[in-house]
């Protein structure tokens, strides 16, 4: 066998050199990680540049338009409330022109019914105020002329013909 010494300088060898290649990964990844904290941040100061004033000024615009738009909403409730208000008065003024105007026509009928039915009775009556009068000369005259042939036949000599009858 040979010496222990040896074996053990041989094993102290191999672990200096597995603990220097342990050593350069640790560095290796030492660096690496070194890197990418600098590239976040990096990418981290970035966005801290753009982001920052971005929402800085997104609060601020919602602050400048939150009290508009309370008030515009506000408006709105209260536009509402005056058109639901209108549209309950027009709706009554609606119904309360219909109604007079259905009374109104009913009268206008009314009264066209009256003048009509008073148009038909003067009808009547001046046409029995006239037609009788017409009737009682007409046959007035009718006698008269009746009796005006009866007279001239008497004044104008009858003719009797061959079969005794007289002939005018």
Do not use: Y
Not at 23 to 40: E, H, P, Q, S
Not at 152 to 164: C, Q
């Amino acid at each position: 066998m040979q010496n222990p010494q040896i074996v053990l300088i041989i094993f102290t060898a191999f672990t200096s050199v597995g603990v220097l290649i342990q050593a350069f990964v640790l560095l290796g990844m030492f660096i690496a990680l070194r890197k990418a904290t600098n590239k976040v941040h990096d990418l981290s100061d970035q966005l801290k540049q753009h982001l920052i004033p971005a929402l800085s000024h997104s609060r601020n615009l919602l602050e400048d338009i939150s009290p508009k738009i309370k008030v515009a909403t506000s408006n709105l409730v209260v536009a509402s409330e005056v058109i639901r208000t209108q549209a309950e008065h027009l709706n009554k003024t609606m119904s309360h022109v219909t109604d007079v105007a259905e009374t109104q026509v009913t009268r206008v009928d009314e009264m066209a019914t009256a003048v009509l039915d008073g148009l038909t009775q003067a009808t009547a009556a001046v046409q029995h105020g006239i037609s009788t009068p017409l009737k009682q000369v007409s046959g007035v005259l009718n006698g008269l002329r009746a009796g005006l042939e009866v007279l001239r036949k008497k004044e104008t000599p009858a003719h009797v013909g061959n079969d005794g009858i007289n002939v005018l």
